[in-house]
């Protein structure tokens, strides 16, 4: 059974920082670009970061440049969004997703889905 599983989400206070991880099982994530995406009570599903299978090209929003930083560690079939100077409106459930395609901040290019993580940044 293909499953994509998050972990790393919580409280944290305005510039602050946290690590989310996904983790794949059932499946070798070597071949897979991966996603990040995030959405928020009454918004739409925003794409946040992607990388390519061998992790050699990353896209960003313009929203987390400079503050997130998506990684993968494919022996450990694992990808991470490193989370700088946290803000309120990061508040979201985050989502790690996977496509054979090419890496995409559209979220209709992409085929599993993980079940979210809860960030909530507040002071």
Known sequence: ?????ESGGGLEHPGGSLRLSCAASGFDLDYFAIGWFRQAPGKER???SCISSSGRS???ADSVTGRFTISRDNAKNTVYLQMNSLKPEDTAVYFCTATTARCSMRWLE???????T???VSS
């Open 46 to 48: 925003e794409g946040l």
């Open 1 to 5: 059974q293909l499953q994509l599983v």
């Open 110 to 116: 992409y085929d599993y889905w993980g079940q979210g």
């Open 118 to 120: 809860q960030v909530t």
């Open 58 to 60: 990353t896209d960003y």
